[in-house]
T-cell receptor, first 111, second 113 residues
Framework: RKEVEQDPGPFNVPEGATVAFNCTYS??????FFWYRQDCRKEPKLLMS???SGNEDGRFTAQLNRASQYISLLIRDSKLSDSATYLC????????????FGTGTQLKVEL | DGGITQSPKYLFRKEGQNVTLSCEQN?????MYWYRQDPGQGLRLIYY???????QKGDIAEGYSVSREKKESFPLTVTSAQKNPTAFYLC????????????FGPGTRLTVT
Protein backbone atom coordinates (compact mmCIF):
# COMPACT_ATOMS: atom_id res chain seq x y z
CA ARG A 1 0.00 0.00 0.00
CA LYS A 2 1.34 3.45 -0.89
CA GLU A 3 2.09 5.77 2.00
CA VAL A 4 -0.03 8.51 0.43
CA GLU A 5 -2.70 7.67 -2.13
CA GLN A 6 -4.68 9.91 -4.42
CA ASP A 7 -7.08 9.35 -7.30
CA PRO A 8 -5.06 10.57 -10.31
CA GLY A 9 -8.17 11.84 -12.13
CA PRO A 10 -8.54 13.78 -14.30
CA PHE A 11 -11.57 15.45 -12.80
CA ASN A 12 -13.23 17.41 -15.61
CA VAL A 13 -15.68 19.94 -14.17
CA PRO A 14 -17.55 22.95 -15.55
CA GLU A 15 -16.62 26.41 -14.39
CA GLY A 16 -18.49 27.29 -11.22
CA ALA A 17 -18.75 23.72 -10.00
CA THR A 18 -17.74 22.47 -6.58
CA VAL A 19 -15.19 19.69 -6.61
CA ALA A 20 -13.64 17.63 -3.83
CA PHE A 21 -10.56 15.46 -3.68
CA ASN A 22 -9.60 12.95 -1.04
CA CYS A 23 -6.23 11.59 -0.10
CA THR A 24 -5.53 8.66 2.20
CA TYR A 25 -2.39 8.06 4.21
CA SER A 26 -1.13 4.82 5.68
CA UNK A 27 0.70 5.85 8.83
CA UNK A 28 -1.76 6.63 11.59
CA UNK A 29 0.90 8.54 13.52
CA UNK A 30 1.46 11.04 10.70
CA UNK A 31 1.69 14.53 12.06
CA UNK A 32 1.26 17.22 9.45
CA PHE A 33 -0.69 17.49 6.23
CA PHE A 34 -0.63 19.85 3.29
CA TRP A 35 -2.01 20.46 -0.17
CA TYR A 36 0.36 21.67 -2.86
CA ARG A 37 -0.65 22.78 -6.34
CA GLN A 38 1.40 21.98 -9.43
CA ASP A 39 0.69 23.50 -12.83
CA CYS A 40 1.63 21.54 -15.92
CA ARG A 41 5.41 21.20 -16.21
CA LYS A 42 5.95 23.66 -13.36
CA GLU A 43 7.14 23.42 -9.78
CA PRO A 44 4.77 22.61 -6.88
CA LYS A 45 3.59 25.46 -4.67
CA LEU A 46 2.10 25.24 -1.20
CA LEU A 47 -1.65 25.78 -1.38
CA MET A 48 -2.62 25.28 2.24
CA SER A 49 -1.94 23.40 5.41
CA UNK A 50 -4.52 21.02 6.83
CA UNK A 51 -5.40 21.30 10.49
CA UNK A 52 -7.48 18.99 12.63
CA SER A 53 -10.07 21.73 12.97
CA GLY A 54 -10.24 22.27 9.23
CA ASN A 55 -8.84 25.17 7.27
CA GLU A 56 -10.56 27.55 4.87
CA ASP A 57 -8.92 30.00 2.50
CA GLY A 58 -11.37 31.73 0.20
CA ARG A 59 -12.90 29.13 -2.11
CA PHE A 60 -10.66 26.37 -0.75
CA THR A 61 -11.40 24.23 2.29
CA ALA A 62 -9.12 21.50 3.62
CA GLN A 63 -10.12 18.97 6.24
CA LEU A 64 -8.46 16.15 8.14
CA ASN A 65 -10.13 12.96 9.31
CA ARG A 66 -7.65 11.18 11.56
CA ALA A 67 -9.99 8.30 12.37
CA SER A 68 -10.29 7.33 8.72
CA GLN A 69 -6.81 8.58 7.81
CA TYR A 70 -7.73 10.88 4.99
CA ILE A 71 -7.54 14.53 4.12
CA SER A 72 -9.77 16.36 1.71
CA LEU A 73 -9.68 19.48 -0.42
CA LEU A 74 -12.89 21.21 -1.48
CA ILE A 75 -12.90 23.86 -4.18
CA ARG A 76 -16.04 25.94 -4.54
CA ASP A 77 -17.02 28.03 -7.58
CA SER A 78 -14.14 26.58 -9.56
CA LYS A 79 -12.34 28.81 -12.05
CA LEU A 80 -10.49 27.98 -15.23
CA SER A 81 -7.31 29.02 -13.43
CA ASP A 82 -7.86 26.26 -10.86
CA SER A 83 -6.88 23.71 -13.51
CA ALA A 84 -3.78 22.03 -12.14
CA THR A 85 -2.60 18.91 -10.32
CA TYR A 86 -3.22 18.93 -6.57
CA LEU A 87 -0.62 17.09 -4.50
CA CYS A 88 -1.42 15.65 -1.11
CA UNK A 89 1.63 15.91 1.17
CA UNK A 90 2.18 14.28 4.53
CA UNK A 91 4.86 14.52 7.15
CA UNK A 92 5.10 10.90 8.20
CA UNK A 93 5.69 10.01 11.83
CA UNK A 94 9.38 9.43 12.42
CA UNK A 95 10.20 11.18 9.16
CA UNK A 96 11.73 14.25 10.75
CA UNK A 97 11.34 17.16 8.40
CA UNK A 98 10.82 14.97 5.36
CA UNK A 99 7.64 15.22 3.32
CA UNK A 100 5.93 12.37 1.49
CA PHE A 101 4.14 13.42 -1.68
CA GLY A 102 1.16 11.77 -3.30
CA THR A 103 1.10 11.36 -7.06
CA GLY A 104 -1.47 14.13 -7.44
CA THR A 105 -5.03 14.56 -8.65
CA GLN A 106 -5.47 16.36 -11.93
CA LEU A 107 -8.28 18.93 -12.17
CA LYS A 108 -9.49 20.38 -15.46
CA VAL A 109 -12.03 23.18 -15.25
CA GLU A 110 -13.86 23.76 -18.52
CA LEU A 111 -16.13 26.46 -19.92
CA ASP B 1 12.98 39.36 -5.87
CA GLY B 2 13.75 36.44 -3.61
CA GLY B 3 13.49 32.93 -4.94
CA ILE B 4 15.11 29.74 -6.04
CA THR B 5 16.80 29.34 -9.37
CA GLN B 6 17.71 26.14 -11.11
CA SER B 7 19.72 25.86 -14.25
CA PRO B 8 19.57 24.78 -16.90
CA LYS B 9 15.86 24.24 -17.57
CA TYR B 10 16.53 21.41 -20.00
CA LEU B 11 19.65 19.25 -20.05
CA PHE B 12 20.63 16.44 -22.38
CA ARG B 13 23.48 14.06 -21.66
CA LYS B 14 24.91 10.85 -22.99
CA GLU B 15 24.82 7.78 -20.83
CA GLY B 16 27.95 7.33 -18.75
CA GLN B 17 28.54 11.03 -18.11
CA ASN B 18 28.22 12.73 -14.74
CA VAL B 19 26.15 15.89 -14.75
CA THR B 20 25.71 18.60 -12.10
CA LEU B 21 22.44 20.45 -11.63
CA SER B 22 22.56 23.89 -10.11
CA CYS B 23 20.29 25.20 -7.32
CA GLU B 24 20.65 28.66 -5.80
CA GLN B 25 18.37 30.47 -3.34
CA ASN B 26 18.43 34.00 -1.96
CA UNK B 27 15.65 33.45 0.58
CA UNK B 28 18.13 33.01 3.43
CA UNK B 29 16.70 29.56 4.05
CA UNK B 30 18.70 27.09 6.12
CA UNK B 31 17.28 23.91 4.64
CA MET B 32 17.49 22.76 1.04
CA TYR B 33 16.18 19.65 -0.70
CA TRP B 34 16.47 17.75 -3.96
CA TYR B 35 13.59 15.72 -5.39
CA ARG B 36 12.96 13.89 -8.60
CA GLN B 37 9.56 13.55 -10.21
CA ASP B 38 8.68 10.79 -12.65
CA PRO B 39 5.39 10.36 -14.53
CA GLY B 40 2.78 8.67 -12.34
CA GLN B 41 4.91 8.96 -9.21
CA GLY B 42 5.02 11.45 -6.41
CA LEU B 43 8.07 13.55 -5.72
CA ARG B 44 10.81 11.45 -4.17
CA LEU B 45 13.48 12.89 -1.90
CA ILE B 46 17.06 12.41 -3.05
CA TYR B 47 19.10 14.44 -0.54
CA TYR B 48 18.47 17.23 1.92
CA UNK B 49 20.58 19.62 3.93
CA UNK B 50 19.55 21.48 7.06
CA UNK B 51 22.72 23.48 7.50
CA UNK B 52 25.89 24.37 5.64
CA UNK B 53 28.45 21.57 5.37
CA UNK B 54 25.89 18.94 6.38
CA UNK B 55 23.48 16.84 4.34
CA GLN B 56 21.52 13.59 4.64
CA LYS B 57 20.41 10.93 2.20
CA GLY B 58 16.79 10.86 1.26
CA ASP B 59 14.82 7.89 0.02
CA ILE B 60 16.60 7.44 -3.33
CA ALA B 61 20.16 8.74 -2.88
CA GLU B 62 21.94 5.97 -4.78
CA GLY B 63 23.72 7.31 -7.85
CA TYR B 64 23.58 10.93 -6.66
CA SER B 65 25.89 13.22 -4.70
CA VAL B 66 25.54 16.71 -3.26
CA SER B 67 27.53 19.41 -1.51
CA ARG B 68 26.55 22.33 0.70
CA GLU B 69 29.53 24.63 0.94
CA LYS B 70 27.40 27.79 0.96
CA LYS B 71 24.00 28.50 2.44
CA GLU B 72 22.73 29.73 -0.92
CA SER B 73 23.83 26.79 -3.03
CA PHE B 74 23.03 23.06 -3.09
CA PRO B 75 24.25 21.45 -6.34
CA LEU B 76 23.25 17.91 -7.25
CA THR B 77 25.49 15.60 -9.26
CA VAL B 78 23.84 12.79 -11.16
CA THR B 79 26.52 10.17 -11.58
CA SER B 80 26.85 7.45 -14.17
CA ALA B 81 25.89 4.98 -11.43
CA GLN B 82 22.30 6.26 -11.43
CA LYS B 83 20.42 3.65 -13.45
CA ASN B 84 17.46 5.76 -14.56
CA PRO B 85 18.59 9.39 -14.52
CA THR B 86 16.05 10.79 -16.98
CA ALA B 87 13.58 12.75 -14.83
CA PHE B 88 12.35 16.15 -13.71
CA TYR B 89 14.58 17.37 -10.86
CA LEU B 90 13.24 19.86 -8.35
CA CYS B 91 15.16 21.78 -5.73
CA UNK B 92 13.40 23.28 -2.73
CA UNK B 93 14.25 25.26 0.38
CA UNK B 94 12.60 26.10 3.69
CA UNK B 95 13.25 28.05 6.85
CA UNK B 96 14.34 26.07 9.88
CA UNK B 97 11.16 26.75 11.88
CA UNK B 98 8.79 25.81 9.04
CA UNK B 99 10.33 22.84 7.29
CA UNK B 100 7.02 21.78 5.80
CA UNK B 101 6.55 24.99 3.84
CA UNK B 102 8.93 24.32 1.02
CA UNK B 103 9.58 26.70 -1.85
CA PHE B 104 10.49 25.03 -5.10
CA GLY B 105 12.66 26.11 -7.98
CA PRO B 106 11.38 25.81 -11.56
CA GLY B 107 13.09 22.45 -12.05
CA THR B 108 15.53 20.92 -14.51
CA ARG B 109 14.40 18.31 -17.04
CA LEU B 110 17.28 15.92 -17.53
CA THR B 111 17.29 13.52 -20.46
CA VAL B 112 20.01 10.89 -20.69
CA THR B 113 20.31 8.86 -23.87
Amino acid sequence: RKEVEQDPGPFNVPEGATVAFNCTYSNSASQSFFWYRQDCRKEPKLLMSVYSSGNEDGRFTAQLNRASQYISLLIRDSKLSDSATYLCVVNMAGGGNKLTFGTGTQLKVEL
Amino acid sequence: DGGITQSPKYLFRKEGQNVTLSCEQNLNHDAMYWYRQDPGQGLRLIYYSQIVNDFQKGDIAEGYSVSREKKESFPLTVTSAQKNPTAFYLCASSIRDRPYEQYFGPGTRLTVT
